[in-house]
């Protein structure tokens, strides 16, 4: 027996719209992923148009507030640098202006706090390494979460003197 598609019948615009509703009042989202939900439901252009309107207009979809959101969950939750922040909004097709805006969610001594937690937890981690192969680890670690290279390397110099 042949399970059906939930988007394999037609659905109306009101459908549509109601559906994404509840989609965006889940957790803030980005235009893009509505964009791409709705495609995924087989809507016209033209009715994708309507509906992101309508999500615009009744405050469901708001791009400065999703990055803001997007910036403080990433950076609290995840620990991500600036760099894979901003790599992962502009992903996201999210403004400069936005984007630029939603880092100032981020304290910069908060920032600074964590990124001097990471480095001291990632180094004790890698005790017993070569050392060579501890500082490539350990600076390969922080870049590829984000964070911009100059504190990285600096970092580095203060505790490998240690």
């Known amino acids: ?3 059906p598609n939930q988007f394999s019948k037609h659905i109306s615009v009101t459908e549509a719209q109601k559906k994404m509703e509840r989609f965006c009042a889940y957790q803030e989202r980005c235009h893009k992923e509505v964009v791409e939900k709705l495609r995924g439901m087989r809507m016209i252009p033209q009715a994708i148009d309507a509906i992101v309107g309508h999500l615009i207009q009744e405050n ?3 791009e400065e507030r999703f990055a803001k959101s997007f910036v ?18 502009r992903f996201r097709d999210i403004s400069k202006f936005n984007i630029k805006y939603a880092l100032q969610e981020v304290d ?5 706090a964590t990124l ?3 480095a001291q937890k990632r180094w004790k981690q890698l005790e017993g390494e070569h050392p060579q192969r501890k500082k490539k680890k350990f600076v390969d670690y922080l870049l590829y979460r984000g964070w911009e290279s100059h504190l990285v390397y600096e970092k580095l110099a203060v505790l490998s003197k240690s």
Do not use: C, T
């Open 60 to 62: 469901y979809l708001n």
């Open 72 to 89: 403080r969950g990433k950076f609290n939750i995840k620990k991500w640098g600036r760099n894979r922040i901003v790599q992962e909004l």
């Open 1 to 3: 027996m042949k399970v």
């Open 108 to 112: 910069e001594a908060e920032y600074h």
């Open 116 to 118: 001097e937690e990471l």
